[in-house]
Nanobody, 116 residues
């Protein structure tokens, strides 16, 4: 059973920083994509950033230059460093692991609130 545990969310002022972590357990394969998504109230869940097992990164245009995704394959952990946060970054942030077979798993989500 794959489990994803997110941490690091919270309340921060505009311009501040937060670092999210997502630790995966029960992983039985090494090749997979790890990603962060977010969902604001009344909006659809959207991709924020993703990183492959080989280290290739992809970012939403809205976070390029402000957010950095990284992973520690030995620890099955993915991180999201968020700098220069804006009120519009307020959302529940979800971790997702996707095997290349297409099987995927979601974390429970962590709230990020940016005050103006």
């Amino acid at each position: 059973q794959v489990q994803l545990v997110e941490s690091g969310g919270g309340l921060v002022h505009s311009g501040g920083s937060l670092r999210l972590s997502c630790a995966a357990s029960g992983m039985i394969r090494s090749s997979y994509v790890m990603g962060w998504y977010r969902q604001a109230p009344g909006k659809q869940r959207e991709l924020v950033a993703s990183i492959t097992s080989g280290g290739s990164r992809n970012y939403a245009d809205s976070v390029k230059g402000r957010f950095t995704i990284s992973r520690d394959n030995a620890k099955n952990t993915v991180y999201l460093q968020m700098n220069s946060l804006r009120p519009e970054d307020t959302a529940v942030y979800y971790c997702k692991v996707t095997y290349y077979s297409g099987t995927y798993y979601w974390g429970q989500g962590t709230q990020v609130t940016v005050s103006s």
